[in-house]
C-alpha cells in the first residue's frame, strides 16, 4: 500500500527547494514500502504561515522543510524560520519539522534546538544528494536525522545555558531597524527597565560586557538571530 506524505518546503532559494523536489522524487522511486509526495512551498513567512494555519484543521503538512532565515512576515511578528517552527508545534504538533540552515554558530544551533526540537537539522554546508536522501528518509521511519556540523557542535561544550527566546529575538530585530528605546515598550510587552534587562543578559550570553548596541547587532547578525 502506497504511504501518501504532504511536503511544504520553505526556502527563499530556488536552487535549495529544487534539491529537496529531486530528493524526494528519488526516495518515491526507490522507497520500500511505497511512498509518494505531495509537494508545496513557500518563499517567506506570511506564505508560509498562511498554509500552517490552512493545514491545521485536517493535520494536512506531514513533513514541513523550514530555513533560518527567511523575509519577515508584514506585522514584523514572525521573523525566521525559528518562528515559523514554533507556529508548527504548536498548530500541528505531529509534522516532523527539518531545518535547514547556513549559520554554524552554537548559540544560534542551541537555541533552535530548544525552541523546536525539530526531527531533523541539516547545515546547507553538508548537504550532498546523498547525506539528503539519507536525512530524510531517516526522518520519516525514524527521526531524528542531523548533519555532522550540528553533532560537533551539540558536543562542543556551551559557555553558559541562555537561550533566546522570541521576545529577546524580537527585540533584537527591532534594535537592528533603528526602533527607539522610547517606542519599545508599545512593540514588546516589556517595560524599559525590562528591555535593559534583557539586553544586558544577551550581551552577557555573548561575552560583550557592556558593549554598545551597534556591537551587539553586528554580533546577533554574525550568529543568525537577526
Do not use: W
Amino acid at each position: 500500500m502506497t504511504q501518501k506524505y504532504n511536503v511544504l518546503i520553505v526556502d527563499d532559494h530556488p536552487l535549495i527547494i529544487e534539491a529537496y523536489k529531486n530528493a524526494l522524487l528519488l526516495i518515491s522511486a526507490n522507497y520500500s514500502p511505497a511512498i509518494t509526495f505531495k509537494i508545496d512551498t513557500a518563499n517567506n513567512c506570511d506564505t508560509a504561515f498562511d498554509k500552517i494555519k490552512e493545514a491545521k484543521k485536517d493535520q494536512l503538512i506531514d513533513l514541513i522543510f523550514l530555513d533560518i532565515k527567511l523575509p519577515p512576515s508584514k506585522n514584523k511578528k514572525i521573523l525566521s524560520g525559528e518562528d515559523l517552527g514554533i507556529k508548527v508545534r504548536d498548530l500541528i504538533p505531529k509534522t516532523k519539522i527539518i531545518i535547514s540552515t547556513t549559520f554554524n554558530d552554537n548559540y544560534r544551533i542551541h537555541s533552535i534546538i530548544k525552541s523546536i526540537n525539530p526531527d531533523g537539522f541539516l547545515i546547507k554546508n553538508d548537504i550532498t544528494k546523498e547525506t539528503l536522501i539519507e536525512g530524510i528518509s531517516t526522518i520519516i521511519k525514524d527521526p531524528p536525522y542531523y548533519s555532522q556540523t550540528v553533532i560537533k557542535l551539540m558536543r562542543k561544550e556551551m559557555s553558559n545555558n541562555f537561550t533566546l527566546d522570541n521576545i529577546d529575538r524580537q527585540l533584537l530585530y527591532e534594535l537592528s531597524i533603528g526602533t527607539k528605546m522610547k517606542d519599545l515598550p508599545n512593540i514588546l510587552p516589556l517595560s524599559i527597565a525590562g528591555i535593559e534587562k534583557r539586553k544586558r543578559h544577551i550581551k552577557e550570553a555573548f561575552d560583550l560586557d557592556e558593549q554598545n548596541d551597534k556591537t551587539l547587532i553586528q554580533i546577533a547578525k554574525e550568529k543568525g538571530f537577526i
